[in-house]
């Protein structure tokens, strides 16, 4: 938009008399137009009015005042954001670099464009700056979204430093619990997490005029409904520019998505990587052995200190990285230092793989390590080829965490992440045959996790049937058969799949469905002073801490809190004690605290302020707090209205019968778990090696009958005639 061009909107607003409002109805329509996308609908409305009035021989002057008042400032923020930045550069050592005028021209040309580049490529931090260049973020903020919000926030940072202007202006972020962003923002980060959550309040996004969707590949629910539902968009909105980023795993599927989206190449810096198969006479030998086998190897050939030495192996879970950690250790290799790395470790532990040290570092990762986090000054990959992988079983009702063989692509991320710095090696602990015979891509998470959430939101949003929607990989009809029925189970929908008074109440709660239930049945029974903390706490990772060098003392200072009938009242001991060690101690003191009890700050930070966002949710709703403590059955039904599904029967010393006869055990951390009591209630069930219950609460039957009154089926059988009473009485079943 051009200075003159606002320059004379401006005078023209400014001189035209409100009187004339109506007169002038065509040239203000093109004023409008000009405005700032997320103002045109209300100015658009307003002029309506004001010609309606006029129509009618009503007095629009004061309308008319109000929408010429409300033009200017659009039109003269349009004005203030059309300003050229300072020269804007692109560091010439990224790859990117070399590829920005062809992407300039493509975004210009195209309403969608997909992006493909590894790790280090610059894609990230340098397509805001070349969608600036491009003239977006004048008439809507340039949106870009990040799986995590540590990388919302230290990507906002970085731009922010090369465009040399302060963080929360020009450049901000918004991530759950912290809006750093400002009515001056031009590029807005922020997980893809606030991006769903403004569809809701926004149904056309309509302050943006461009979003960049950044790590596509990871394909988590979050992703592939923000780009199902953008492909909808896009077709109400041509004014929106759409940028998909991917590392180099099957774009093509992207562009198809969107119509032939074109893709645009952007060679990340990589080494070459040469990758060593195990031979047929290897795989005999113990997966410990054969990974020693290979460090040898390695230090046979090269010295700790030559530069990019370090050794990234990665295994399936927790238990393998200790037992590989001990076998490591054993083995006695000289200038050797081991360092796990999985996500339940503490940010002090994680950044233990950033610091200085000296010969050869090697880290045990989980698949944390493939896009997650990139590990520095790693030279050798050895892959064992398994991951756990999370899966929902719809007939069982199971997440089950098996183990499995990974994908060719993320076997190819792995071997990638050793090629950063200089040449690399990758150990694949399999046969070459068996690397080709495996499934090309890793399933995304919508095939393989239950639905009710999305479904939920879909209701809400009023965005048609689940089953037409445009998703990249359309789920299985059973898992969305299974979806309803949990929606149905928690009564937020009726038996035809429509959205009922508590479903659309439920969407108000920033939990998932079965923790708002509970909500919503503990302020009716008195518990919502409690309940809020219980589900809010089962919301976020543990805050409790078990280093693997210190688990016995972390388990010493865990069990003040333990509670022997419900592990859902040893995170409510949990949070009283520690919210009144806060209200105590200094900020300083209090974070030495939780250290020294081997409990997360950070965690019980994110807590309090979930907690805050729940409180605030419930008082919007005009949910009633109970002023006492509620008593221990109250608390327990309250959470039993969410958690029918995962209920049980002892029925011999340590197992239990669940509903559709499921069997299993409650999980050995459990305050339950030396003395069972007959019936428990368990907040999930997780398949490893057996089948655990985690979180589990001793539960009397008689709570079942008026909570599942909708769910239960009564069969009557074996008449009799009970002379005492003078009546014929059957025996009831429930099911």
Not at 265 to 287: H, K
Not at 298 to 310: E, F, L, R, V
Not at 334 to 343: K, M
Not at 421 to 449: A, H, K, M, Q
Request: proline fraction near 5%; include cysteine.
């Amino acid at each position: 938009l051009s200075k003159l061009t606002v320059a004379s909107q401006l005078v023209f607003i400014d001189e035209l008399r409100p009187a004339d409002v109506p007169t002038q109805a065509q040239r203000l329509s093109e004023v409008i137009a000009s405005a700032l996308y997320k103002d045109r609908g209300r100015l658009s409305r307003q002029l309506e009015k004001i010609l309606k009035l006029a129509s009618d021989k009503h007095d629009c002057v004061s309308d008319s005042q109000r929408l010429l008042r409300a033009l200017q400032v659009s039109i003269n923020c349009v004005a203030k954001r059309s300003a050229p930045l300072a020269d804007m550069t692109y560091p010439p050592s990224l790859p990117i670099a070399s590829h920005i005028d062809r992407l300039r021209e493509t975004i210009a040309q195209h309403s969608v464009v997909i992006v493909a580049g590894e790790t280090g490529s610059g894609k990230t931090t340098q397509l805001p700056k070349i969608c600036l260049q491009a003239g977006r973020g004048i008439k809507g903020i340039i949106g870009h979204t990040q799986p995590r919000r540590i990388a919302a926030r230290t990507v906002a940072d970085r731009i922010a430093e090369e465009l040399k202007t302060p963080l929360g202006e020009t450049v901000g972020y918004q991530v759950r619990f912290s809006d750093q962003s400002s009515p001056k923002t031009t590029i807005k980060l922020m997980t893809d997490g606030i991006l769903l959550a403004e569809i809701q309040h926004d149904r056309f996004l309509s302050k943006y005029d461009t979003l960049i969707i950044d790590e596509a590949h990871e394909r988590s629910l979050n992703i592939d409904f923000l780009l199902g539902y953008l492909k909808n968009l896009l077709a109400q909105r041509s004014d929106l520019k759409l940028i998909i980023t991917s590392a180099t795993i099957d774009v093509e599927k992207f562009s198809q998505h969107f119509n032939n989206a074109p893709v645009v190449e952007v060679s990340g810096r990589t080494y070459p990587v040469e990758v060593i198969y195990s031979d047929i006479d290897s795989l005999d030998m113990d997966r410990d052995q054969r990974i020693i086998e290979c460090l040898r190897e390695i230090n046979s050939n090269t010295t700790p200190n030559q530069g990019a030495g370090d050794v990234l192996i990665f295994l399936s879970g927790e238990r393998e990285i200790r037992e590989a950690s001990l076998a490591i250790k054993r083995a006695q290799l000289p200038h050797t230092e081991v360092v796990p790395l999985y996500a339940r470790l503490s940010l002090a532990e994680q950044s233990k793989i950033f610091s200085p040290h000296r010969g050869r570092r090697v880290v045990l990762s989980t698949n944390v390590a493939e896009t997650s986090l990139t590990v520095p000054g790693i030279g050798y990959v050895i892959d064992t080829g398994r991951a756990r992988l999370s899966r929902y079983s719809y007939r069982t009702k199971v997440q089950r965490l098996p183990i499995e063989a990974i994908s060719q692509a993320s076997a190819n991320q792995r071997a990638g992440r050793c090629g950063r710095v200089s040449n690399g090696v990758c150990y694949r602990l399999y046969e070459e045959d068996d690397f080709n015979n495996r499934p090309e891509f890793t399933d995304p998470e919508i095939v393989r996790t239950n639905l009710a959430a999305v479904i939920l939101q879909m209701l809400h949003l009023r965005i048609g049937d689940i089953r037409n929607f445009p998703f990249v990989d359309p789920p299985d009809s059973r898992m969305i058969s299974d979806g309803f029925k949990l929606l149905e189970e928690l009564q937020a929908v009726d038996s035809r799949g429509k959205l009922t008074k508590l479903g659309r109440q439920l969407v108000s709660i920033p939990l998932d469905p079965r923790l708002a239930r509970m909500i919503f049945e503990a302020s009716k029974n008195g518990s919502l002073t409690q309940v809020m903390i219980i589900t809010t706490g089962l919301s976020i990772q543990d805050p409790r801490e078990r280093p693997a060098d210190k688990q016995q003392a972390a388990d010493q200072a865990h069990a003040q809190w333990r509670d022997q009938s419900s592990d859902f009242m040893s995170l409510l001991n949990l949070w009283q004690h520690f919210e009144n060690k806060r209200q105590e101690l200094s900020s300083n003191q209090y974070s030495k605290y939780c250290r020294a009890h081997y409990v997360s700050f950070l965690r019980m930070k994110e807590w309090r302020d979930l907690h805050h966002q729940v409180h605030s949710a419930c008082r919007a709703l005009k949910l009633t707090e109970n002023q006492k403590p509620a008593e221990y059955a109250a608390i327990h039904q309250a959470l039993l209205s969410g958690l029918l599904g995962p209920v049980g029967i002892r029925e011999d010393k340590w197992e239990f019968l669940g509903t559709r006869n499921r069997k299993f055990f409650i999980f050995p951390g459990s305050g339950l778990s030396k003395k069972p009591p007959k019936w428990v209630m368990v907040g999930s069930l997780m398949e490893t090696a057996k089948q655990y219950g985690l979180n589990a609460a001793k539960i009397d039957a008689d709570w079942l009958e008026p909570l599942a009154a909708h769910l239960v089926k009564k069969t009557y059988s074996a008449p009799f005639y009970h002379q005492k009473s003078g009546q014929v009485m059957a025996k009831e079943r429930q099911t």
